[in-house]
């Protein structure tokens, strides 16, 4: 079947001292319209590299497409043309950063570039810009928009601002928006209405969501399913009640035990000891062995295969679900 924006068995490289890094190995995921895909993993782990894939802003050198394709109703974009691969990425994906200050320039009023991709890609005047800014500005909750038009970024706060970048990437209708790390930078308070806004506009709007986290209290509260990554694989997917109640792989079920029930939603994936390996050349073996209280044998030997465990909700790890939905937490 066709979707809407399709990741394909990505492969990323970054080259360096000690031989090319595996940063992504094989990556697949989907997104369509009318739902919110959450790739959740910890840092390192490649997810934003994806990301940075698709809108095009790869840093290459020293990053490398190694193999794979990111499919946009069903074209790969990564081999079409120029012009119509910055169309999809213009109108058709919008994307919003974790770091709202760099994406807005201090020197520039906030409406006017909230405005700007209107003027440049749409053409419109300066006075259709505005007040379709000052809307967009509304939409994305900014109290009093008209006067907020003419202000400067360091005049709103950490939140403010990042509804201002959301705002922008509304601006041409996207039918999928990106969030990165969309409240990482913000306070708990304002994590939560960030997530609330987007997951508002996702309903009001029916475009596909994919938000980019490590944060899986924000999973929990707004994706309908949920990819996790581990080492530039996704290691475990399907819907989020479904990876939530039942997980299918130790990691995911470590992440989960490492966070008292009641804490989830405040719940950070740094709660497990340890970090992902950065893996070089061709390397064997489970790349969770390290951290797995499940390891075995068979885990140095070779790396497991997304399998399907249940329908919809697949895992790569060479244990079955029962095994590991009966685990002991992950050692410390
Ligand atoms: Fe753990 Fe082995 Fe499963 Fe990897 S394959 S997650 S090391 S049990
Ligand atoms: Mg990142």
Redesign the pocket.
């Known amino acids: 079947t066709e979707h809407l924006l399709q990741v394909d068995d990505l492969r990323v490289d970054f080259d360096g001292e000690g031989g090319p890094a595996r940063v992504l190995r094989g990556v697949s995921w989907h997104v369509d319209r009318g739902e919110t895909l959450a790739i959740l993993g910890e840092s390192g782990s490649g997810k934003s590299v994806t990301a940075q894939v698709i809108m095009g802003i790869l840093a290459s050198p020293p990053a490398r497409i190694a193999g794979g394709a990111v499919r946009w109703e069903g074209r790969d974009l990564l081999t079409l043309p120029e012009a119509a691969r910055r169309e999809v990425r213009g109108e058709g994906i919008g994307m919003v950063f974790q770091d709202s200050l760099s994406a807005l320039n201090p020197v520039l009023k906030v409406g006017p570039q909230v405005g700007e991709t209107l003027r440049t890609r749409l053409g419109l005047s300066r006075r259709e810009a505005r007040t379709r800014a000052i809307e967009l500005m509304r939409q994305a909750r900014i109290p009093d928009p008209e006067r907020r038009f003419g202000q400067y970024p360091h005049q709103f706060s950490g939140g403010m601002r990042q509804r201002v970048v959301i705002a922008m990437a509304l601006a041409l209708s996207p039918q999928v928006l990106i969030a990165d790390e969309p409240t990482t930078a913000l306070d708990a308070t304002v994590q939560v209405q960030i997530l609330r806004l987007l997951q508002a506009l996702q309903q009001e709007s029916g475009m596909g969501l994919v938000l980019i986290t490590h944060d899986f209290g924000a999973v929990a509260s707004i994706a309908d399913r949920v990819a996790v990554m581990y080492a530039g694989r996704v290691v475990e997917t399907g819907a989020v009640r479904d990876v939530f109640r039942r997980p299918a792989?130790?990691?995911t079920k470590a992440l989960l035990d490492a966070v008292p029930r009641a804490d989830r939603r405040a719940g950070r994936l740094a709660a497990l000891p340890g970090q992902p390996p950065v893996l070089r050349g061709d390397s064997a073996g489970?790349p969770?062995?390290f951290r797995?209280s499940?390891?075995?044998d068979?885990?140095d030997e070779r790396e497991?295969v997304l399998s399907e465990h249940e329908r919809g909700h697949w895992s790569a790890?060479?244990?079955g679900k029962d095994v590991i939905s009966g685990a002991l937490p992950a050692r410390s």
């Open positions: 792989h130790p990691y489970c969770f062995r797995c499940l390891a075995h068979a885990c497991p790890c060479h244990l």
